[in-house]
């Protein structure tokens, strides 16, 4: 699937600890992948190695073919990957308006009125105002801000770190539905995430990460029912409960 | 007559005290916008200001060639200058930054072509009140048509959040590297018309008490704000002449001053004129 993401062996570290290792993983067009695991696992490094925060130590990240391991994070996000933050960091002082033109920054002019408003309309948030601080609005607006940022730089993926984080299953059942609008543009997400219900609605395959390396893949049916996932992931979870 | 006469030989230095000290505001906004807290502008203005001095005084170059010649000398300072400290952020940029400052003052104060402590005079006084503000202005058109670009944009999202800014393709580190280099641009102009406008430099003229005084401009003005900064340094400079009384205590007054504004005024004059609407409740 070359016009997809494709990690191939991807490492990580940090000094002497393994954050990832050979971690290999592919995001179709419009398809969407949970990436699971429990605290720790690895999760968000592979967001950080994949949009260049952190330079990967081993193996290659391609998107369409073109390889962008060892590129600086803004050269990764005007090649095709925008990305949400597992904490919100939307620009609080500037107005939704800005906030969507910084999301449109690597693209030719800025997004005009109509085309802000019909981004918001796509993130689930078509009430908000365009002259509003993004720091005054609600909290479940910001996340929902923070998606419709991302899809203003047009990606051809989309990483979504934890979005339903701190949402009520009202708001969490609404997610769902952005996010499978979202794909069905043609969009490819990787969405990590701990709610396994939005999982199981949202995803059509599922990583799971433990250590830093795959424990498994899968439907998102059949990883609920996988021993090893239950134990390291699911079952821990239901401990602390 | 007479007391006219005096009266305009007094307050023309004052006007042009004003221009050149609103040009050194600017010089700091640029930077201050970019989230950037470098405090250079003073030494890279005093580097220009003896660039041009000499090139005039020793050899004899004409103004507008001299002014050039400065300006791009603390462009290029200011850029070379920009490599070393790129990593750095906040208060550990403030201090690289005073200590170049303190490095050009040494140099001045050292160097035999700079005259030393004892400083450089018969500097041309060829620079005008009309030739300040058709400066000022030119810059300040400049600022204006540069703050619709999307490099204006690149710069409030590098100061708001850097990490975020990379995430939307903002390259973090040529922004800060661009303004710097502006900055120093507008330090460079306003040290050049200073040592030709004053035709007397001494190498504490563009110390650490210089570039305290136009971080403090910055600060009362409105910290991202170009127009806040211009009316700080404004305001900073006529207030002594308008209670001479306070002349000899300036550095108490400018000390209070800050300390009000910083605890009931923290967006500066900007923020008093531009109150942020509150957010309208959700339909």
């Not at chain 2, 000499?54 to 400065?70: C, D, E, H, K, R």
């Amino acid at each position: 699937m070359p016009d997809g993401l494709v990690l191939d062996g991807v490492g990580v570290r940090y000094g002497g600890v393994i954050a990832l290792h050979d971690v290999s993983l592919s995001v179709e067009p419009g398809v969407t992948v949970g990436l699971i695991g429990p605290n720790g696992a690895g999760k968000t490094t592979l967001i950080n190695a994949t949009t260049g925060i952190v330079a990967p130590s081993t193996g290659t990240i391609a998107l369409g073919g073109r390889r962008l391991d060892g590129l600086p994070p803004n050269r990764i996000a005007r090649a095709g990957i925008a990305r949400t933050y597992q904490n919100i960091r939307l620009f609080g002082a500037l107005d939704v308006r800005t906030n969507l033109a910084a999301g449109a920054f690597a693209r030719p002019g800025r997004p005009s009125d109509d085309d802000a408003r019909a981004l918001l309309a796509r993130a689930g948030i078509a009430h908000l105002a365009l002259d509003s601080p993004a720091a005054a609005l609600p909290y479940g607006d910001q996340r929902r801000l923070e998606i419709a940022r991302a899809l203003a730089a047009r990606p051809t993926i989309l990483m979504l770190d934890e979005p339903a984080a701190g949402m009520n299953p009202t708001e969490t059942g609404r997610l769902v539905e952005t996010i499978k609008a979202i794909a069905r543009d043609g969009i490819g997400i990787l969405l990590i995430e701990h709610d396994m219900t939005l999982v199981r609605a949202a995803c059509d395959r599922v990583v799971v990460l433990n250590f830093g390396q795959v424990l498994a893949r899968g439907t998102p049916a059949e990883i609920a029912r996988d021993p090893a996932v239950v134990e390291a992931y699911l079952g821990s979870a239901e401990d602390i409960a | 007559m007479n007391v006219l006469v005096d009266f305009f030989a007094h307050h023309s230095r004052l006007f042009d005290q004003i221009g050149i000290n609103a040009l050194l505001a600017l010089s700091l906004s640029v930077s201050l916008q970019a989230g950037q807290l470098a405090l250079c502008q003073a030494g890279l203005a005093g580097i220009a200001a003896y660039t041009s001095a000499i090139l005039s005084v020793q050899f004899g170059w004409p103004l507008p060639a001299s002014i050039l010649a400065a300006i791009v000398a603390a462009v290029l300072v200011a850029s070379l200058l920009a490599y070393p400290v790129r990593k750095l952020r906040g208060i550990f940029l403030a201090i690289a930054t005073v200590g170049f400052g303190e490095i050009v003052r040494a140099l001045a104060n050292n160097l035999p072509i700079t005259g030393g402590a004892e400083g450089l005079s018969g500097i041309p006084n060829d620079v005008t009140t009309p030739i300040i503000y058709g400066s000022l202005a030119f810059v300040a058109v400049a600022l204006v048509l540069l703050a619709r670009t999307k490099f204006a944009l690149a710069v409030a999202l590098t100061r708001e959040d850097d990490a975020a800014a990379r995430g939307v393709g903002v390259d973090v580190g040529m922004v800060r590297f661009a303004s710097l280099a502006l900055g120093g641009a507008i330090a460079g102009l306003a040290g050049a018309l200073y040592a030709h406008a004053f035709f007397f430099l001494a190498p504490g003229d563009f110390g650490f008490g210089r570039m305290e005084q136009i971080l403090v401009w910055c600060v009362i003005g409105g910290v991202t704000s170009p127009v806040g900064a211009v009316a700080g340094a404004a305001f900073l400079s006529v207030l002594p002449e308008l209670i001479r009384k306070l002349a000899d205590f300036s550095e108490i007054t400018n000390g209070l001053i800050l300390l009000i504004v910083i605890l009931f005024a923290p967006g500066g004059f900007a923020g008093l004129w531009r109150r942020r609407p509150r957010a309208a409740p959700d339909a």
